[in-house]
């Protein structure tokens, strides 16, 4: 049984940095597009970017320019610069397209102003 784990979330100021993480533990996900998405208390989950095997990815109008998305063959990373108070959430990797559909528990990003 494989899972997906996500990690690096945490309290910022408006401005800063944060870069998450999501790591596949007994799968590879190489052949996966990887997703991320954020959700916060009574709302669906967003979709933010997807990354697709080839390296490409593409983002949601609210984060383009500001998040950048990578990848190696075990970990999908989600690089967030400037960030700001409405990007408080929860954010969540998801492997899709391949032999494993996945989601992480999630990690908390914290923005204040």
């Known amino acids: 049984q494989g899972q997906l784990q996500e990690s690096g979330g945490g309290s910022v100021q408006a401005g800063g940095s944060l870069r998450l993480s999501c790591t596949a533990r007994?799968?590879?996900?190489?052949?996966?597009?990887m997703d991320w998405y954020r959700q916060t208390p009574g709302n669906q989950r967003a979709w933010i970017t997807s990354?697709?095997?080839?390296?490409d990815a593409t983002y949601h109008d609210f984060v383009k320019g500001r998040f950048m998305a990578s990848r190696d063959k075990t970990t999908a990373y989600l690089q967030m610069n400037n960030l700001k108070p409405g990007d408080s959430a929860m954010y969540f990797c998801?492997?899709?397209?391949?032999?494993?559909?996945?989601w992480g528990q999630g990690t908390q990003v914290t923005v204040s102003s």
């Open positions: 998801q492997s899709r397209g391949c032999a494993y559909n996945y």
């Open positions: 007994g799968f590879s996900t190489d052949k996966c597009t």
């Open positions: 990354i697709y095997t080839d390296g």
